[in-house]
């Protein structure tokens, strides 16, 4: 904690996938962001939605949230590309 300042994280807990529409999601994102929360999690799950879309989605348009993966997969993405797609998020 910088300064004694906490910081807050919404997200869906990493062994549960979203079971709603990704508009959901970024709605969800959007609410999370008025409620005060720093950050806004996703998940990457396998045979779930794609993280790198999600976050893409939550991260589009004017917002402060930040925008975060929970735990991802070594053997089911390739650190160099997450990390190429990561970077096009921003």
Known sequence: MAGGQQRFTFSNLPG???????????TM?????????????????????DVVAVMTACAAGPTSIGVESLVTHPYTRDAALLACAWAAIG
């Open 16 to 26: 549960v996938g979203w079971k709603l529409p990704v508009r959901d999601i970024v």
């Open 29 to 49: 994102a959007r609410r999370c962001e008025e409620a005060g929360f720093d950050r806004f999690a996703v998940a990457d799950l396998q045979f779930h939605y």
